[in-house]
């Protein structure tokens, strides 16, 4: 039976991650109140954003970037997408 936790981000209760995604506090706390579909939402943003802003992940500064801009999707309810980026048209 899925883990069901009360995803802050949708608004309502969704199947909860299995594992902590991320390490220490942040990683609890995600774990705890974000839910899968969330999760996935906010890793296709973060690719978006490491491909079109050409970020270097072993330069502190960028995983700091996307940190703070991670905080700010799921706990803050900012609308984060990478600048520049056209969503491909539905058909």
């Excluded at 902590?20 to 943003?45: Q, R, T």
């Excluded at 954003?49 to 706990?75: I, K, P, S, T």
Aim: aromatic share 8%; proline share 7%.
């Amino acid at each position: 039976m899925p883990r069901i936790v009360n995803c802050i981000k949708l608004g309502h209760e969704a199947e909860g991650l299995d594992l902590p995604p991320y390490p220490g506090d942040i990683g609890i706390k995600i774990w705890n109140s974000i839910s899968k579909m969330a999760w996935e939402e906010w890793k296709n943003i973060q690719t978006r954003l490491v491909n079109e802003n050409r970020l270097n992940l072993a330069d502190e500064r960028a995983r700091q970037y996307l940190l703070r801009q991670m905080e700010r999707f799921l706990f803050e309810n900012d609308n984060i997408e990478a600048s520049g980026y056209i969503p491909p048209e539905k058909k």
